[in-house]
């Protein structure tokens, strides 16, 4: 049943793009088409291989990084996403953190994806190109959140695990992903209008 | 500017795509492994409690010089089966209706054999025998080996009932022998794989433990119990199974020489265990509202006797009784692990929450209890959300505040322009 729903969604979302490139409604066209797409890439994520998947590649990134720093992590195999951290301070013992939708990565990468893929004026190559590169940039800046979660408790005790969580770690990815969008959206829109305003003065 | 026809392609292939990459899942095929399913087992042990091994219609029987014994190097354990001299056998015989994919799994050596021939054979009825295996001089004098019968591929009638005989065939009356240990007698079906995405192996209570393959856990080192070696903790482990409000636990223990498992060296007494939750994760496990687990297994020969009762932290008040359950390996199976349950509202806890929790094996009572061992060592214990820590209500409170604080803050702007 839920597969019959998306489908007739996915499909519905698909005529409203078309209705609003056709008729040139371009406003609603990059909303609908952002929006859209941001969740039928979360919708096949959470419903296929992708997310655990995903789980795993975070954990296991985190736990690769985590050894280089002398931080003891482990990692299990038919437990994706799950990712224990040995605490040194106050409480000895283990926390076991899990990778989960909020902290894969994976509704970050949607709304990314969303919003390149319908990016205006641009290139299909230059679209796929600046998707993978965003992509790559929201894994690394999600394995920077964990790092610091995880360096938090091993240094601060299991007491920690919320404030590190909650405020830490979510205020380390917003900046994160703040600056991907800057970097990806921001700035070469900016650059698009200076160079336009540029050839309009020169013009005048 | 009419949009091109190349481009709408394009976006209805885009759709297209992701739609089919959402019904892919459905259709995903999985390879297809084997798994055994017992029939008849013997492990050439001589027990105290008659029938030996289990799922035989009788016991042995035994003609000329055959039985058991201790001598003579059995493979595993401390005694396995002889068959002696000229005219001696051992025929015993299984129910095997509805297997239709048998498969004769035994250890066996032949020695001393000179002019005489030792045969290993199965039969439908007891009286027409195919020949599976015939040793000589030329194959005798050996080690233990082990042998695999597929006896679907020998095209015999087996219907109901299945007759295994071994016995020895001409020579003298004391020479050549033929030993014989470990005998399995099983059921191999094609059995999918769990689902290629790893992680998807729901846990389940039934007494069988590859699900908890791969599965988040603490091992702890052998020989540092404080007390018999029954209650050496190998590992403690945890595990949810989605949309379910249940801690599922693991906890499996240390074989009798501290060695891997090896079929001989498996635990047979009974053992008691507790596992402490800390429901509020302040580190006291001592509060009305936390929780003491208590386990009892027995494991019987061919199944296991498993009760978990769970008690508040600071009374003998019980909350709830599981009942006695096979949740855990019988002694055939080495007696080491036991799987139980622990429902979120016994424990009284909530998606989200966060707890702390440590296993102890001990003696005793178990309001008072004498610890044998411990895991994680050292007064340290493991902290686990069972779900998201952040929890839905929070991270939607927290998404509405960010808004409301960025709305607040635009509107600020445009009274100062």
Known sequence: ?204 | MRVSLASTRWLLALGLLAFMLSLSTYFMNSSVAKADVDVAGDDGEEHEEAPTGFGWLEEWEFSGNAGYTDDDDPHAGESHIFIRGRNSSAVRHAEITGESALVLKLWARADSLRSSRALLEVSGDGTRFTQLRRWDRRNDDGPYTFYEFDLTELELSLENEVWIRARIQGGSRNRGELFLDEIELVNSVDQPDPLPDPGSNPITLDGLFGDWTGKAHLPDAAGDQSGSVRLDIAAFYWANNIDEGINYHMLERHTRNGEPYNGSNGQRSWARYIVYIDTNNNGNYEESGDRRAVVTYVPRRNRSLVNVKIYPANSFSKISDSGWNDWGESRNEGGLKVEFALDWEDLGIEFGDVIRMYAVSFTGLSGFPNIVDRVPDGGADIQWSPASVLGPWLLGAASVGGIAVIWFLSRRRKLWT
């Open chain 1, 1 to 204: 049943m839920d597969i019959v729903i998306a489908a007739v969604l996915s499909t519905i979302w698909l005529l409203a793009v078309l209705f609003f490139r056709l008729n040139r409604i371009w406003l609603p066209y990059y909303i609908v088409g952002a929006v859209g797409l941001a969740f039928l890439f979360i919708y096949v994520g959470r419903n296929t291989p992708i997310e655990p998947a995903l789980q795993t590649a975070v954990a296991s990134g985190v736990h690769f990084v985590a050894q280089i720093v002398n931080i003891p992590t482990d990692t299990f195999d038919e437990a994706p996403g799950a990712l224990m951290v040995l605490v040194v301070s106050q409480d000895i013992g283990w926390t076991m953190l899990q990778v989960t939708v909020e902290s894969s990565g994976l509704l970050e990468s949607g709304v990314v994806f969303g919003m390149l893929m319908f990016y205006p004026a641009w290139s299909t190559r230059r679209r796929l190109s600046y998707v993978a590169l965003a992509l790559l940039l929201t894994y690394a800046a999600n394995i920077i959140r964990l790092l610091v979660i995880v360096a938090t408790l091993h240094f601060f005790g299991k007491d920690s695990l919320l404030i590190s969580h909650t405020i830490i770690g979510r205020a380390v990815f917003f900046i994160g992903v703040i600056g991907i969008y800057w970097f990806l959206l921001t700035r070469p829109t900016l650059s698009a209008v200076r160079a336009k305003l540029d050839r309009e003065m020169a013009t005048s």
